[in-house]
């Protein structure tokens, strides 16, 4: 078992502008604030989500596109270091127009209606992903 210890740095929570991409937008604040390792939810809608789930047979993530606007029931996710850069790993919980729900891996492509976060930041020795040969998943390290 890998296991490390933290304790709360600080908690900061934001707002993402309508449009934004929910990846490249959680990204660039954990660059501009030079957070390295923490955790992430948030709430809100989306205009378009592109999530998925990763096929353990194959090796690769399968994703699907949902064009229509959706609330973010729940969205949560965690952040590390990979190739020496901040990384967020989120999953979310969406439901549609009829409340029925889709989840899974959050991708680029997840286009911002209304989304509110909060990210707790861990003091601490960061977590940094490596490659996992027997997953094929990029996971946390020593």
Request: charged share 30%; aromatic share 12%; hydrophobic share 40%.
């Amino acid at each position: 078992m890998l296991f490390k210890e933290f304790k709360i740095e600080r908690i900061l929570q934001g707002r993402l502008p309508k449009g934004s991409d929910i990846l490249e937008g959680i990204g660039s604040f954990l660059k501009d604030k030079s957070i390295q390792k923490g955790m992430l939810s948030g709430i809100g809608a989306v205009s378009k989500a592109r999530i998925g789930y990763y096929d353990q047979k194959d090796r690769v993530y399968k994703t699907m596109v949902f064009d229509e606007p959706m609330e973010i029931l729940s969205l949560k996710g965690n952040i590390s270091i990979k190739d020496s850069e901040p990384f967020v790993h989120i999953h979310g919980v969406f439901s549609k127009k009829d409340c029925s729900c889709v989840g899974g891996h959050i991708f680029e492509g997840t286009e911002v209606f209304a989304f509110e976060f909060e990210i707790a930041e861990f003091s601490g020795h960061v977590f940094k992903r490596a490659y996992d040969e027997e997953t094929g998943l990029y996971l946390w390290a020593i």
